[in-house]
């Protein structure tokens, strides 16, 4: 990153000790793969004690803060080798400069910051209003392979395609080569002798096939702009989960260079036996590859992989809607196909390889040129990421801080949804306070755009998938805690739209076709779906910029700046529906942030991000799919029923609770000798299907459950716990039966705002009575 005049002068007054430096520096080289995490905390551990790290400032706290947390996380398993690799390299490098270091330090924390949230969204068919939980629905010390690949499978099961038509033409269409391409492709087709390839191995262990392939490469490929790799020969390259078997790069400057999955370009997966096997396993390992190089470039547009199980091949394209493939083919007996994807991948310009060709790049500088408010064109620079998604099918939200401190927003949203700059507009004209405000918009492309000369037929059918109209059935006759069956006659379907199945080079993806159209979001009723004719949905890539910047409420400094932040939040909301008729139904610690009153209307605390917001008794959007963060949704909504206000009180609830008995932690509000709870009961919250998550959510709201909970803040945060108790009890009323009360009562929403509010407002100014309590 860039780094201000502010802080050039501190690196300036005390530069790190060179001799140390020197000492770590040599450890680092004489590895011959991936440094052990001992000689990585020793690098911490220089950085940590200079006078530098005490100095310098970062988000409200200091560098040295950010790095005691960093080893903590490291001794407590959730951090990864890999995450720490662009610090390595800069580090190594005898050339680079203290203020080098320091700056990729502060990158680094950017990047890993334990305050990062994690979001998860969905492309299955499902019940609107409930979503489908995905690879990024998890903190990071949850993540297990085990755990990821069945998420991954969630995301993926019905958006996949095999066999697509047009896909070799419009990736590698070899007629449109230019004469030294078909070289190429002519000079490795003299190798298969009419049968076979002649060099390949009789029996294709990894190794002897690695070694056939470089050498095809070696012989053929001259002067291409990328180069073909293994785990082995990627100079300490580690994959995260896993082992990465064969993928494409472009080649390094030096080769002592370090890489990471942002240099991956193609990834592929070689087994020795057929693929028929165990095709579902070779796919998902493919999928957590492909997971690991959209979390390294979130801004790239689809990523190219590829199979090679014995002689059969397959070819497969991930975008933000999900992965289709070639269909297998036998690389013997159709080996111009082989030739053809090998110099492909070769030789791909950005384009066809899916790489960012939005963001322009100048040197370490980024920009991009949106559209202001007057429709002018305005070039607006780029800084650090502060949120990313690390996921495949979902929005692939990317927020970057820009040079003027607003934030630009990238996201693949949902066509049938309403433009989040249109809601935000909207809600501009009607008076709404304490709403993040839209400063320049592009709309860069879509998925329809992206498959434009493909046609899809019917998605791959895996063999234990449940067939989606069993699934509608049990849903809609299921009954949920506390609310009375319905008759028939509350679940017709909705005249489905009369859209054709996508065949021909100008597709029309959309949605599942949704049931009760008329429902109000106001009124709590099971919402269910029936799949349509459209194949797959299309989602709309654009950038946003909205003012003012402000840090997550994850990154708060003080129990006095959380508790004002989410009163302010929580009033933002209320404006959001109340005034704007505008229902955001994503509350998350992702997307509350905190702010300086004196650029946000008087707000501490704002809301942002209304992808996913809807106006008040609008029908459904039409959208396959209902995302959230599961962390934080309301328990009706687990359950299926459509989403009202109250709902969303409730979330603010759980980020509340989620704050004080885990983040505190990691913010450093732990008291001398104080240690978090090493099983925490929030962790059921994050683990399971929705059914699991809302009995444990039900659970956990009765008094014993949220005592338990209270029972896990630090000390420090004592003052809260009264708080918490009092927004249980105003959210969860009982009824004449002496049952807790999850529903939302008619009448006026105030009935709700008020007294939350007033809880907050009781206990900031008790705060304000006893400083002590304040840190």
């Known amino acids: 990153m860039a780094l201000s005049e502010d802080l050039l002068k501190v690196i300036e007054k005390s530069a790190l000790d060179e001799g140390s430096l020197n000492s770590v520096r040599d450890k680092l080289r004489a590895c011959a793969g991936t440094p052990p995490w001992d000689i990585v905390t020793n690098l911490l551990g220089l950085l940590v004690s200079s006078s530098t790290a005490f100095n310098l400032p970062i988000g409200g706290s200091i560098v040295a803060r950010k790095l005691f947390i960093m080893l903590q996380n490291i001794q407590d398993g959730s951090l990864e080798i890999e995450e720490f690799r662009p610090l390595i390299d800069v580090v190594v490098n005898s050339s680079r400069t203290d203020t080098d270091i320091w700056a990729a330090v502060i990158d680094l924390i950017e990047a890993v910051r334990p305050s990062t949230p994690q979001n998860f969204t969905a492309a299955t068919p499902t019940f609107f209003g409930t979503p489908v939980k995905t690879s990024s629905s998890r903190l990071a010390d949850s993540e297990t392979r085990e755990i990821v690949e069945k998420e991954l499978f969630h995301e993926v099961k019905r958006c996949t395609f095999r066999n697509v038509k047009g896909f070799w033409d419009k990736f590698f269409d070899s007629e449109s080569w230019d004469e030294e391409r078909k070289a190429m492709l002519k ?73 990471s999955y942002k240099d991956v370009l193609v990834v592929g997966e070689q087994k020795k036996s057929a693929v028929t096997r165990n095709f579902k396993a070779t796919l998902l390992q493919l999928t957590r590859y492909v997971r690991s190089i959209f979390a390294d470039q979130p801004t790239r547009r689809f990523v190219h992989a590829f199979s090679l199980c014995g002689s059969t091949m397959e070819l497969w394209v991930f975008d933000r809607s999900g992965p289709y493939s070639s269909g297998q083919f036998d690389i013997h007996g159709e080996p111009k196909k082989f030739a053809r994807a090998f110099v492909g991948y070769a ?271 609008s029908g459904p959007s039409g959208a396959r799919q209902q995302t959230g963060t599961m962390q934080f949704m309301a328990v009706e909504v687990l359950r299926g029923i459509d989403h009202t206000y109250r709902h969303d009180l409730e979330s603010f609830f759980y980020v509340l609770l989620w704050m004080c008995a885990r983040q505190s932690w990691m913010n450093g509000f732990a008291a001398n000798g104080e240690e978090m709870p090493k099983r925490s009961v929030l962790r059921r919250w994050e683990i399971g299907d929705f059914q699991d998550i809302a009995d444990a959510k039900e659970g956990s709201m009765t008094v014993n459950g949220v005592d338990r909970i209270v029972s896990e803040f630090p000390r420090l945060l004592n003052v809260v716990r009264p708080l918490c108790l009092d927004i249980r009890k105003i959210l969860f009323p009982l009824d004449k039966d002496e049952r807790m009360f999850f529903g939302t009562h008619k009448g006026d929403p105030d009935r709700l705002y008020r007294p939350i509010i007033e809880a907050y407002d009781k206990v900031i100014l008790d705060l304000g009575k006893n400083s002590s309590e304040v840190i």
């Open 187 to 259: 000079g490795m087709m003299a190798e298969h002798d009419g049968r076979k390839w002649t060099g390949f191995p009789s029996t294709p262990d990894e190794k002897p096939v690695w070694e056939w392939l470089r050498s095809l490469e070696k012989r053929f490929l001259a002067g291409v702009p990328y180069e073909l790799c293994t785990t082995n020969n990627a100079n300490q390259f580690e994959e995260r989960k896993g082992q990465l078997d064969i993928f494409l790069r472009r080649p390094p400057k030096r080769e002592d260079s370090i890489f």
């Open 347 to 617: 030789t791909m310009d950005d384009d066809a390889m899916g790489l960012d060709t939005f963001i322009e790049r100048n040197g370490t500088h980024r920009y991009v040129t949106l559209d202001d408010a007057e429709n002018n064109e305005t070039r607006i620079g780029l800084e650090r990421i502060i949120i990313r998604q690390k996921a495949i099918v979902c929005r692939g939200t990317t927020c970057y801080m820009t040079q003027n401190r607003n934030v630009a927003k990238f996201s693949w949203v949902p066509d049938k949804r309403k433009p989040e700059v249109d809601q935000l507009n909207l809600a501009k004209e009607r008076g709404v306070k304490g709403v993040a405000k839209v400063v320049a918009y592009r709309r860069i492309t879509t998925i329809g755009e992206m498959r434009r000369g493909l046609e899809f037929q019917k998605s791959h059918r895996f063999r234990e998938e449940i067939d989606l109209f069993e699934d509608l059935s049990a849903t809609a006759s299921t009954n949920t805690p506390g609310q009375k069956r319905k008759s028939s006659s509350d679940n017709t379907f909705d005249n489905v739209s009369g859209s054709k199945r996508q065949r021909s080079n100008r597709p029309k993806p959309g949605p599942v076709e949704e049931l009760n159209d008329q429902l109000s979001i106001s009124k709590p009723k099971p919402s269910l779906c029936t799949l349509s004719e459209d194949l797959w949905e299309n989602r709309i890539y654009s950038c946003l910029v909205v003012s003012p910047a402000g840090r997550v409420i994850s990154d708060f400094k003080s129990v006095k700046e959380l508790l004002e932040s989410m009163r302010d939040a929580i009033k933002a909301h209320q404006s959001l529906y109340m005034t704007g008729e505008i229902l955001h139904r994503d509350i998350s610690s992702n997307n509350i942030i905190i702010t300086k009153p004196e650029t946000a209307e008087g707000f501490k605390g704002m809301l942002i991000d209304l992808d996913l917001a809807k106006v008040k008794y």
